[in-house]
C-alpha cells in the first residue's frame, strides 16, 4: 500500500502551520531567554570566574578574600592552627541587570574554627565572563538554607533560622523568604 502526501487535506496545512510556528516561537525564545545572545563560552568563563570570585568580607583580616574553586582559606589568627573559612555551598544562575547573561546569586559558608558558621548571600555580576561582585548579605549563624534561585530579575533566598531564644544546639525551625535585587549595581533588599 502506498500511503500518499495529499497536500489538498487540510489536516496537512494545519500541521505544516503548527511546525512553523513551533519553529518560530523557539527562535523568539532563543532571542528573549536568560542567555539568548550570550554565548556558551562565555556562560562558561563566568561560571569558572564565579568559583574564583574576589569578596569583599569582614570575615577575613584582609577585608577580602579571593575563593580558589568555591573555596577559601586562612589562618583565623597569625599564627593560629584554626582556620577562618569560606565556602560556595549552593549557586544560582538567571539575569539580574536585563542584559540578557546570565549572573549569579551564591550561598557562602563561612567558619573561624569556633562554633558558629555565618551564611551570606553573595552576588556577582556576569561582566563579559568575567564576575563583579555587587554585595552580600548576612543571613544568620547556623541556618539551613532551603533554597537560591532567580526568576525574573529577582532573587529568592529560603531558609530556616533559629528564633529568638531559642538554644543553637535545636535545629533551626522559623522559616524565612527573602528577595533581593540588583539596582543601580548594588544588592537591594525588597521589603
Ligand atoms: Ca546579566
Redesign the pocket.
Given at each position: 500500500m502506498t500511503v500518499r502526501l495529499n497536500l489538498e487535506h487540510p489536516k496537512i496545512w494545519r500541521a505544516l502551520f503548527c511546525a512553523v510556528l513551533l519553529a518560530l516561537s523557539a527562535a523568539c525564545s532563543d532571542q528573549s531567554g536568560t542567555t539568548g545572545n550570550v554565548s556558551a563560552e562565555t556562560d562558561g568563563r563566568f561560571r569558572q570566574a564565579l568559583a574564583n570570585l574576589e569578596i569583599k568580607t569582614d570575615e577575613v583580616s584582609s577585608g577580602g578574600a579571593k575563593l580558589q574553586d568555591g573555596y577559601f582559606e586562612e589562618p583565623a589568627a597569625p599564627g593560629s592552627a584554626s582556620k577562618t573559612t569560606i565556602q560556595i555551598t549552593s549557586e544560582a544562575f538567571g539575569?539580574?541587570?536585563a542584559?540578557?547573561?546570565?549572573?549569579a546569586a551564591v550561598i557562602l559558608a563561612t567558619s573561624s574554627g569556633g562554633s558558629g558558621t555565618f551564611y551570606y548571600l553573595a552576588v556577582a555580576?556576569?561582566q563579559e565572563g568575567a564576575a563583579e561582585h555587587v554585595g552580600t548579605e548576612f543571613l544568620g549563624d547556623r541556618v539551613e538554607i532551603e533554597s537560591v534561585n532567580i526568576s525574573a530579575g529577582v532573587i529568592s533566598v529560603s531558609f530556616l533560622s533559629h528564633e529568638t531564644g531559642q538554644p543553637m544546639s535545636e535545629p533551626p525551625a522559623s522559616r524565612r523568604n527573602l528577595s533581593f535585587v540588583v539596582s543601580d549595581g548594588r544588592l537591594e533588599k525588597q521589603e
Open positions: 539575569d539580574l541587570n542584559d540578557g547573561a546570565d549572573d555580576i556576569n
